[in-house]
């Protein structure tokens, strides 16, 4: 599998983790869980762009 790929569906997976965790936060009102799922959301999102400048650039 291809680097940009690979950066591509863990970005995809980090996001989804991170929004059940953030559901999750909300539900039982854990501020610092919520606030995890938030982060790895945002750290998804930054690592599916980095797959898609990869997969752009020809790495």
Same mark, same amino acid.
Do not use: R, Y
């Given at each position: ?9 863990? @970005? ?5 983790? !991170? /929004?059940?965790? $953030?559901t999750v936060g909300k539900i039982i009102n854990n501020g610092k869980l919520e606030a995890? @799922? ?5 750290? !998804? /999102?930054?690592? $599916? ?11």
């Amino acid at each position: 599998m291809k680097s940009s790929t690979k950066d591509n569906a863990k @970005g995809k997976m980090h996001q989804a983790k !991170g /929004k059940l965790k $953030e559901t999750v936060g909300k539900i039982i009102n854990n501020g610092k869980l919520e606030a995890e @799922g938030i982060a790895e959301k945002i750290g !998804g /999102k930054a690592q $599916e762009k980095i797959g898609q400048i990869k997969k752009f650039s020809g790495n």
